[in-house]
């Protein structure tokens, strides 16, 4: 007969506690220890070889509004090798505007060495290769690769676009009163070199395939068509205006990325307001950039899908440091130009008949002839104030004359839409009238008086700060004209692509029922 066993004593109740905790803290150790294991390969497989392009938020951009620092300054995505990382960082980049890359390559993304490329911008854009005739042929430029005309060029050596590699070299835009509505000028100069210049933000590049394009770029410079060839030359049936907006309407038509959504992504430039008056309806569809929507009806322009780009000033820049401050500008009001408008311009006349004789304002007739520019230029650097009155088209060059001036704008134009408004807040630098309040008597000396010395030197000062904003140059800089009207048409572009694509969602369905 087999004994009985023995039963070991269990050990003490605080014993087991300790045996417990002690099991638990060895497995809770070993689970952690492969949750990092792994967490670290992850990680490994998926960093970047190079650290700089973690996207961070930029401390520089701390004085500016977030949806600036992040379309206005540099708007490129993060460089990611890898073909889908860099289409998300390019959506993040667009969808989250204050935060963006620190620079590549000592200033990729902003001002330094590095290259825009298509994978970094935030705009990717196909430019038609149209005939001189349409853009630089304007200026002399006719085929032969320089900045001049070279008659012994044969047709078949020509070069598509003049060589944009030296400034100085460049064909160059005719003065006056063209300038003004330049901007098609200087968008096409910026995009040509975007590829070769080391110095330029990274907001739009140009890409020579076209399924690569984000938006498709029609370079006509129709604002010089309009002041250069709208009148009928002897013998002629149609003006040569008229005859290139004919040709431009059949060319797009044919293209299959014209028809593919109807012109929906494509970009043109008619700024002065009269341009493009005969092929403006056929190609409503395609992103304008304009100055106003004074002679456009709403089916053709609106703020929904167009860009309002700045005039290009006519007046020189004051420097910092050369900006009269307030007790320096002995005149209060400051305005020069034409006296009698049509429609919304009418209060121009009631005004002046109302300013005229005031001592502290100056409220005269002036144009660019009999040294309008000279008188403009020094009458505006000596007053608080500069008046913008809507005329027979509710913007004027007057306003970017101003802001060029860091004389404080006061804006009497109800209907106005201004440049970049979504990302400046034209408060902080302008006084905003209604015109029938202008139009009181009294109301107007009243409220400039009423404005106190630090109110105005607050104006100022930010005036100083957004200058920079509204200056077209070539080569392009950080937060210029060129780059902020590129900015805007990238944020369009972001809500026109989505709803194309939403659009296409049932095509191949479509096709086959």
Known sequence: MVGERKMQPLPPPEHRRALRFVAFLAVSLLAFSCWALVNSRISDASMPADPAVVLVRDADTATLTPALAGVEEDTAAAAVPAGGAATAARAANLSHPAIREPPRLAGGGGEGEGRCDADAAALRVYVYDLPPEFHFGML?????????KRKTKTKAAAAAWPDVGDPRAVPHYPGGLNLQHSVAYWLTLDILSSTTTTDRPCIAVRVTNASQADVFFVPFFASLSYNRHSKLRHGEKASTNRVLQAELVKHLSRKETWRRWGGRDHLIVPHHPNSMMEARKRLSAAMFVLSDFGRYSPDVANLKKDVIAPYKHVVRSLADHESPAFDQRPILAYFQGAIHRKAGGKVRQKLYQMLKDERDVRFSYGSVRQNGIRRATAGMSASKFCLNIAGDTPSSNRLFDAIASHCVPVVVSDDIELPFEDVLDYSEFCVFVRAADAAKKGFLLRLLRGISRDEWTVMWGRLKEVARHFEYQYPSRRGDA???????????????????HKRGRFQRTASES
Do not use: I
Not at 482 to 499: D, E, F, P
């Open 140 to 148: 002399g430029w006719d085929g032969g690769g320089g900045g001049g």
């Open 482 to 500: 060129v780059q902020m009207v590129w900015g805007a048409v990238a944020r369009k572009m972001h809500n026109v692509k989505l709803q194309l």
